[in-house]
T-cell receptor
Framework: DADVTQTPRNRITKTGKRIMLECSQTKGHDRMYWYRQDPGLGLRLIYYSFDVKDINKGEISDGYSVSRQAQAKFSLSLESAIPNQTALYFC???????????FGPGTRLTVL | ELKVEQNPLFLSMQEGKNYTIYCNYSTTSDRLYWYRQDPGKSLESLFVLLSNGAVKQEGRLMASLDTKARLSTLHITAAVHDLSATYFCAVGLLGGNQFYFGTGTSLTVIP
């Protein structure tokens, strides 16, 4: 069952283009997160949100923006994509028990 | 800033052997998580460790937490090929809501 979904799953774009990655969840969790994964660097936090009105920057927010349209939807935007934003992007929600995080399937983004 | 170090980064082991992956972190924490990632896939939760001395086991994997030493271990017993994956530990700050991930350990089990 796809509790956390991400669209698109793969995207190739060009330098300077604006791109939006979308995340939806049916878990009913308030807290949502965006991470990027690069080889050898693990996952790094970009932005997180505790509810529609609460958005927080993570470790590597420069060059990114987010929108929390509803409890179930959290979007990540790259206003002007650059090649070093090529990475695997994950959305996650955080549960009520043990603060465990649940991850979406990921979006593979390539910026040429 | 909390730093999380895993070692080894790469591990190649034969089927049937035992091995341990280590996760060290730099700041007091009350929560540690282990995840598995298959190539091209998402992260799957394996263990949640919430207190000093916590030990969890599932199949051939056993995770433990020593909060005083700021160390968690993931022990693999009698490895099988299906365990080949990348394993991540993640640490939550005391009283906080963010996770800090280790760099991952890429495990390959050779028949």
């Amino acid at each position: 069952d796809a509790d956390v979904t991400q669209t698109p799953r793969n995207r190739i774009t060009k330098t300077g283009k604006r791109i939006m990655l979308e995340c939806s969840q049916t878990k009913g969790h308030d807290r949502m997160y965006w991470y990027r994964q690069d080889p050898g660097l693990g996952l790094r936090l970009i932005y997180y949100s505790f509810d529609v009105k609460d958005i927080n920057k993570g470790e590597i927010s420069d060059g990114y923006s987010v929108s929390r349209q509803a409890q179930a939807k959290f979007s990540l935007s790259l206003e002007s994509a650059i090649p070093n934003q090529t990475a695997l992007y994950f959305c996650a929600t955080q549960g009520f028990s043990y603060n465990e995080q649940f991850f979406g399937p990921g979006t593979r983004l390539t910026v040429l | 800033e909390l730093k999380v170090e895993q070692n080894p980064l790469f591990l190649s082991m034969q089927e049937g052997k035992n091995y341990t992956i280590y996760c060290n972190y730099s700041t007091t924490s009350d929560r540690l998580y282990w995840y598995r990632q298959d190539p091209g896939k998402s992260l799957e939760s394996l263990f949640v460790l919430l207190s000093n001395g916590a030990v969890k086991q599932e199949g051939r994997l056993m995770a433990s937490l020593d909060t005083k030493a700021r160390l968690s271990t993931l022990h693999i017993t009698a490895a099988v090929h299906d365990l080949s994956a990348t394993y991540f530990c993640a640490v939550g700050l005391l009283g906080g809501n963010q996770f800090y991930f280790g760099t991952g350990t890429s495990l390959t089990v050779i028949p």
